[in-house]
Nanobody, 128 residues
């Protein structure tokens, strides 16, 4: 059974930084694709960033240049480094994962919405 456990959320002032982690376990796929999503109160869940098994990444326009997604395969852990945070980044952040599509290039924030595996979420609050 695949399990995803997020950590690293918290409260910061605008302009600050946070690093989220997502520890993955229980998967047997040789190619495992992952991503980060977020959901603010009253809004739909939106894709933030994804990373495919070959390391290729995809970002939402709203976070490009500020957020960096990465993974440590040895630790089965996904990361999201968030810099220059803004109040509009406040949300619950979720880790998502699934077996990669046939071609890694097809893994992006839109496709990843259909991920079968999700973490419980971690709260990020950015105050001005």
């Amino acid at each position: 059974q695949v399990q995803l456990v997020e950590s690293g959320g918290g409260s910061v002032l605008a302009g600050g930084s946070l690093r989220l982690s997502c520890a993955a376990s229980g998967y047997t796929y040789s190619r495992f694709c992952m991503g980060w999503f977020r959901q603010a109160p009253g809004k739909e869940r939106e894709g933030v960033a994804t990373i495919a098994s070959d390391g290729s990444t995809n970002y939402a326009d709203s976070v490009k240049g500020r957020f960096t997604i990465s993974k440590d395969n040895a630790k089965n852990t996904l990361y999201l480094q968030m810099n220059n945070l803004k109040p509009e980044d406040s949300a619950i952040y979720y880790c998502a994962a699934d077996r990669c599509p046939l071609w890694d290039i097809r893994w992006n924030v839109v496709v990843a919405r259909s991920s079968r595996y999700w973490g419980q979420g971690t709260q990020v609050t950015v105050s001005s």
